[in-house]
C-alpha cells in the first residue's frame, strides 16, 4: 500500500514565522502535490513536482515556496506565516502523468 | 480557464435514499476521477473512469462518464451511514500533471 506520510497532525505558529510542511512517499512516485483545503473551497493546488528538483505552480502559491531534494520527499514553506495561511494542508503523490493521486493524512496549521 | 463544475453542494438524505452528485467539465476529458474524504480524514481514490460512455460499478456506487467526455456522476442507491463524507471528482489538465478538481458534494444522512 501506498504510504504518504506529512510530518505533523496539527501544528501552531506565530505570524512572521518561517514554517516547513515534510511530506514523504514511499512508492517511488514521480509526482508530488501540496493542496490546501477550506470550507466551502475544496482543493485548491498550491505546488506540484513532477521530478527531483523541478517545481511548478498551482493555482495559490502565493506567500509558499517548495523544495523536492530528493524523490521521496516534498516540502512545503510559508516564507513568512499569516492568518489567512490558517488551513488544512494536503500532500499527495501519484506514480505519474495523471494517475490517481494518493494523500497524507494533512497537516491542520494554526498561525496566530 | 478550463473549469470542473460539481453539484450539489450539499446532499441531504434519509438512510435508505438515493444520493447522486454530478459534475461538468468546461472541456473535453481524457479520464475522470472519483474520490471519498471521510468527515475529518483525507481524499480516497475511488476510481477512474477513461473510455466515452463508461458506466462502471462499485457494489452499491455506479459511476458514467458521459458520451462527450465532459460531464460525470457518481450514483449511491440506498444510502448507509458509512456512506456520509465528500464525494470529489477531478480532470486532468491539459498542459500539465495536475487535477481539477470539483469544489465536492457533501454527503449528510438525516438522523
Known amino acids: 500500500d501506498v504510504k504518504v506520510t506529512q510530518s505533523s497532525r496539527y501544528l501552531v505558529k506565530r505570524t512572521g514565522e518561517k514554517v516547513f510542511l515534510e511530506c514523504v512517499q514511499d512508492?517511488?512516485?514521480?509526482?508530488m502535490f501540496w493542496y490546501r483545503q477550506d470550507p466551502g473551497l475544496g482543493l485548491r493546488l498550491i505546488y506540484f513536482s513532477y521530478d527531483v528538483k523541478m517545481k511548478e505552480k498551482g493555482d495559490i502559491p502565493e506567500g509558499y515556496s517548495v523544495s523536492r531534494e530528493k524523490k521521496e520527499r516534498f516540502s512545503l514553506i510559508l516564507e513568512s506565516a499569516s492568518t489567512n495561511q490558517t488551513s488544512m494542508y494536503l500532500c499527495?503523490?501519484?506514480?505519474?502523468?495523471?494517475?490517481?493521486?494518493?494523500f497524507g493524512d494533512g497537516t491542520r496549521l494554526s498561525i496566530l | 480557464g478550463q473549469q470542473v463544475m460539481q453539484i450539489p453542494q450539499y446532499q441531504h438524505v434519509q438512510e435508505g435514499e438515493d444520493f447522486t452528485t454530478y459534475c461538468n467539465s468546461s472541456?473535453?476529458?481524457?479520464?475522470i476521477q472519483w474520490y471519498k474524504q471521510r468527515p475529518g480524514g483525507h481524499p480516497v481514490f475511488l476510481i477512474q473512469?477513461?473510455?466515452s460512455g463508461e458506466v462502471k460499478k462499485q457494489k452499491r456506487l455506479t459511476f458514467q462518464f458521459g458520451e462527450a467526455k465532459k460531464n460525470s456522476s457518481l450514483h449511491i442507491t440506498a444510502t448507509q451511514t458509512t456512506d456520509v463524507g465528500t464525494y470529489f471528482c477531478a480532470g486532468p489538465v491539459d498542459s500539465n500533471y495536475q487535477l481539477i478538481w470539483g469544489a465536492g458534494t457533501k454527503l449528510i444522512i438525516k438522523p
Open positions: 499527495a503523490s501519484s506514480p505519474s502523468g495523471w494517475q490517481p493521486q494518493h
Open positions: 473512469l477513461v473510455k
Open positions: 512508492m517511488d512516485h514521480e509526482n
Open positions: 472541456t473535453t476529458l481524457s479520464n
